[in-house]
C-alpha cells in the first residue's frame, strides 16, 4: 500500500477507536481534563500560565504564517507569472481548498457553531454551571464557539497538506514534524482547560481524512499521465 491508503486506513480506525471508545466511556475526557484541574482555587492553573500561554501564541503565529503563505504565494503567481514558474496552481488550489474546507467551513463554520457542546470550563465538574455531555450528543447547552472540535488542533493540523507535498525522505521528516506540532497545540487546549481530549482527537482526524482524500482527488491525474 502507498501512503496515501495507510493514512486513509490509520485515520478510519483512529476515527471508529476514538469514537466507539469515547462514547462507550465518556468519563475518561472528564478523567484526563481532571488531571489538568486544580480543585482547590475551582481552576486549570495552566491556563494563565507564562511559558502556556507564550507556547500558544508562538503556535498560533506559526499556523497564521503558514495560512498567509498560501494567499500570498497565489497573488505572486497571478501578478508575475514568468518569475514564478516552480509555483504550481494545482498545488496551491490543493492548499487553499483544504484549508478551506477543514479548519474553515467543517470545523469554524458547521461543527464549532451547531454542535452544541460546553467547553470544560463551563461544566459542572470543573467550577462551571453547565452538563457536560459526551462528544456524539448535541444537545448540550452551548450557543456558540463550542468545545466539539477544536479550532485551534485543527489549524494546525492542516500543516499535514503542505507536509505531504515534501517530496523524497524529508516528506515523512515533515509528515511527522506536522503531527508533533499538532499534538502539541492539543497539549496545550487540554492543559488550559479549553477543549476535552475527544474535541482535540476529532480535529486532528477529521482535518487529517479531508486532506488525504483532497490529495487523492487533486493529483490523480498528474500521477495517471505519469504512468501513460
Known amino acids: 500500500m502507498n501512503l496515501r491508503t495507510v493514512a486513509l486506513v490509520l485515520n478510519v480506525a483512529a476515527a471508529v477507536i476514538v469514537g466507539a471508545l469515547f462514547a462507550l466511556r465518556p468519563d475518561l475526557d472528564l478523567a484526563i481534563t481532571g488531571m489538568f484541574f486544580d480543585p482547590a482555587s475551582r481552576s486549570f492553573p495552566l491556563a494563565s500560565d507564562p511559558l502556556i500561554e507564550g507556547m500558544r501564541t508562538a503556535s498560533t503565529v506559526a499556523v497564521w504564517i503558514c495560512v498567509a503563505s498560501v494567499p500570498l504565494a497565489m497573488l505572486w503567481a497571478w ?9 504550481n496552481s494545482r498545488v496551491l488550489v490543493f492548499l487553499a481548498v483544504t484549508l478551506a474546507l477543514g479548519p474553515g467551513l467543517l470545523v469554524n463554520g458547521i461543527l464549532k457553531e451547531h454542535w452544541s457542546r460546553p467547553r470544560p470550563g463551563q461544566v459542572a465538574q470543573f467550577g462551571g454551571t453547565e452538563k457536560f455531555v459526551p462528544w456524539w450528543d448535541v444537545r448540550g447547552t452551548c450557543d456558540k464557539n463550542c468545545s466539539f472540535v477544536s479550532g485551534e488542533v485543527s489549524a494546525a493540523a492542516w500543516t499535514l497538506a503542505p507536509a505531504i507535498l515534501v517530496p523524497g525522505a524529508l516528506g515523512y521528516v515533515a509528515i ?35 486532506i488525504w482524500v483532497s490529495y487523492g482527488v487533486a493529483f490523480r491525474r498528474s500521477r495517471t499521465t505519469a504512468k501513460m
Open 79 to 87: 501578478l508575475v507569472p514568468a518569475r514564478s514558474p516552480a509555483i
Open 176 to 210: 511527522a514534524g506536522a503531527l508533533a506540532f499538532t499534538v502539541a497545540t492539543a497539549f496545550l487546549r487540554l492543559a488550559a482547560g479549553g477543549h476535552f481530549f475527544s474535541d482535540a482527537a476529532f480535529a486532528l482526524i477529521m482535518t487529517a481524512l479531508l
